[in-house]
């Protein structure tokens, strides 16, 4: 987390058009996002754009309240976990930092090798993405229908709504009260508040 924080203060933020957030964890997305909101695109004419992948949209709930997996652990639930949390992250960035024009992106099943680490590599691996393939885009698809959204025109005015597969724009899950995107927000802030990062300002 210092790392990351380390790394926010060296990005050249206020020159950026937009954040996007691919690879990572939610606490670090939590750390830069929190570090970047008031530089974030401040020499740019547009609105600062910021955008988080990771599932969000998709209706799951979780549990915030074993966020980290501390009392017990299951790889799908966990995974629900997750997908939730970014899905709290972006809505409640959109309230937080309104200035910024926040989106989530929801990718679905896309043809790669993330899930090599659940798979394997061997025969069942290449069987899974080869339907996978078949029935869903490649990532090269997906980036073609994505990317114009990224910069459309009418996003402008816009925040705290997602993008799915074909990136046509959808509605916050239902399951996602403010009162469940608060407790993921929290939960976030309870974790953080246990690791060394120096000079950390709640928010």
């Known amino acids: 987390m210092e790392s990351m924080k380390a790394a ?3 990005l050249p933020a ?8 691919t690879n990572g964890i939610l606490l670090q997305r ?3 996002l929190r570090e970047l909101s008031e530089r974030l695109g401040t020499n740019r004419p547009r609105r600062p754009r910021v955008f988080v992948m990771g599932g969000p949209g998709a209706g799951e709930k979780g549990n915030p309240a074993d966020l980290n997996a501390e009392n017990s652990y299951s790889r799908f639930p966990q995974h629900g976990k997750t997908v939730a949390a970014n899905e709290a992250l972006v809505l409640d960035a959109a309230a937080r930092f309104p200035r910024l024009a926040v989106f989530g992106l929801n990718p679905g099943l896309i043809k790669t090798d ?19 393939g078949y029935c869903f885009p490649s990532a ?6 994505l990317v114009p959204v990224l910069f459309a025109p009418a996003l402008e ?6 993008f799915n597969q ?17 407790k993921y927000i929290e939960a ?7 690791l060394p990062i120096k000079d950390g300002e709640k928010s």
């Open 8 to 10: 926010a203060a060296e």
């Open 14 to 21: 206020e020159d950026l058009d937009m954040l996007i957030f």
């Open 30 to 32: 939590r750390v830069i």
């Open 114 to 132: 993330i899930r090599s680490s659940i798979t394997g590599t061997g025969c069942f691996f290449r069987f899974t993405e080869g339907v996978v």
């Open 140 to 145: 090269e698809v997906y980036a073609e229908r």
């Open 157 to 162: 005015k816009e925040s705290g709504f997602h």
């Open 166 to 182: 074909k990136a046509d724009a959808i509605k916050p899950s239902k399951v996602m009260t403010t009162q469940l995107t608060a």
């Open 188 to 194: 976030t802030e309870v974790l953080l508040a246990r």
